[in-house]
């Protein structure tokens, strides 16, 4: 077996691991690097192989730091099967899509731009075509612990990782007399949190290529975090402003509903409560969510047996249409407004904060990571003013993060999910160097490597 490195290395973004084994060349994950402009040529560079070279893809989940760069493998000459659980398939689907039509937007504004200052105007790393042939790329459906051949004595398995619906971690195995098995985490999930069951623990493997988001940190407890956002919501209220939550489409906005829906039953939160989800996407993805209860935990299948949906509360409004969310712009308070994206590097949250940001009555809730360089690391870190729009904005809103919320296992559930499989060989990938650093310390008995891109290592 050997591994080579291609994304997500001593980095949080752009996930993208080649394993080359028993003559088949398979590629985990294809994702997008997110965070300033500048990764805009990053994510148009060559992928450090030839697409038209992998035999399979295999897709953990369904973010766009997985995802999003599958398109373009496409496009450049991909012509393998793409093997991943159903709600990832549905889910990815979605994410795809819109991260073209995004792409194919920017590149007309730029057009424009670039029309009247006299230079070529920037491309568009893919479009919706690209994404619909990336689509037809999708073939086996995984299931949790049902192995799928990927060649002669060489198969791999998905296990539940607990990060977002249809996450997995996946075990690959080859043998044909000494077996050689390696493990790719994914991203992990926080236990203990609402809708989706807790993570996996996968049977043992030779060596693991593990995450590392968080690995030097603690989240703070659930139930804290979950009375912070309901004390921030009604505070903002009793003042007469807009509460304006920027929400990742996947897990996020789903998880947030059902906190507020639980606030509003348990008179945390006034029964009226206009909530508006202003995100095509977050819609789409919670549809996707209701049609998945295999994915689900104990209390989350209860609901529905019982015949409770639960992200739905009395005064939710789904906002799909242009004409309707730039009509949230005129809401002069009392409203929660949940938008993406969740970093603020585009789409209609940056509208609802040009339109709420200068308002001492509004406040702002950060749920999320928020990566160096995007709008809302910038805003966390304290800014006092921001450009939108090309218009200079006074920070004058009430800001609040809130970090309980994560999707990701902090720095002790990884290492409880590490310490249960025991490897001999332990590769870091997906977190900054720092926190890779300090996981690296508290590990023993397993050989640690933390690798650049471009790196290889044999197995």
């Not at 659980?85 to 899509?97: G, N």
């Not at 690209?130 to 799928?148: E, K, M, S």
């Not at 926080?190 to 996968?202: A, E, M, V, Y």
């Amino acid at each position: 077996m050997n591994i080579s490195f291609h994304g997500a290395d001593r980095d949080v973004t752009g996930s993208c691991h080649l394993l080359e084994a028993k003559g088949k060349r398979i590629l985990i994950d294809c994702g997008m690097y997110q965070g300033g402009r500048e990764l805009d040529e990053e994510n148009a560079e060559d992928f450090g192989f030839d697409p038209a070279s992998i035999d399979t893809l295999l897709l953990t989940h369904a973010h766009l730091d997985h995802c999003g760069r599958i398109p373009l493998l496409v496009k450049r000459g991909f012509n393998g099967e793409i093997i991943t659980t159903a709600a990832t398939r549905e889910l990815a689907r979605v994410v795809m899509l819109d991260s073209a039509h995004l792409q194919e937007e920017e590149a007309e504004r730029d057009a424009r731009y670039a029309h009247r200052r006299g230079r070529e105007p920037r491309q568009a790393l893919y479009g919706t075509l690209d994404a619909l042939n990336a689509l037809d790329q999708f073939g086996r459906t995984a299931v949790y612990g049902q192995p799928i051949e990927l060649g002669p004595n060489l198969g791999a398995t998905f296990h539940d990782a607990g990060h977002i619906l249809g996450s997995a971690s996946i075990r690959i195995e080859e043998g044909d007399g000494k077996r050689r098995s390696v493990i790719f985490s994914g991203d992990l999930g926080n236990s203990g949190r609402p809708i989706l069951r807790d993570p996996q623990i996968p049977p043992q493997a030779d060596a693991v290529v593990m995450e590392t988001t968080y690995g030097d940190r603690l989240h703070k407890q659930i139930t804290p975090s979950v009375e912070e956002l309901y004390e921030a919501i009604t505070e903002t209220l009793r003042r007469g402003g807009n509460v304006i939550i920027p929400t990742f489409a996947l897990e996020r906005a789903q998880e947030i509903l059902y906190y507020l829906r639980d606030g509003v039953e348990t008179g945390h939160l006034a029964r009226n409560l206009p909530v508006f989800l202003d995100s095509p996407m977050a819609i789409s993805a919670t549809e996707i969510f209701r049609r998945h209860p295999e994915c689900y935990d104990a209390e989350a299948c209860a609901l529905f047996e019982h015949g409770r949906d639960p992200f739905a509360l009395p005064g939710l409004r789904f906002t799909r249409e242009t004409a309707d969310s730039i009509a949230l712009n005129r809401l002069a308070g009392g409203a929660v407004i949940m938008a993406g994206s969740g970093m603020c590097t585009g789409g209609r949250v940056r509208h609802h904060l040009r339109h709420n940001l200068w308002r001492k009555d509004s406040s702002v809730i950060f749920v999320g990571y928020a990566a160096p360089g995007t709008l809302a690391r910038i805003l966390i870190d304290g800014a006092q003013r921001i450009k939108l729009f090309g218009d200079e904005i006074p920070v004058r809103a009430r800001l609040h993060t809130i970090n309980g919320f994560s999707a990701h296992a902090d720095r002790d559930e990884l290492l409880a999910w590490h310490g249960a499989l025991k490897p001999a060989r332990t590769i870091l990938v997906h977190g900054d160097e720092k926190a890779m650093r300090s996981f690296a310390e508290r590990l023993h008995d397993t050989e640690v490597s933390m690798p650049d891109k471009g790196d290889e290592i044999s197995l």
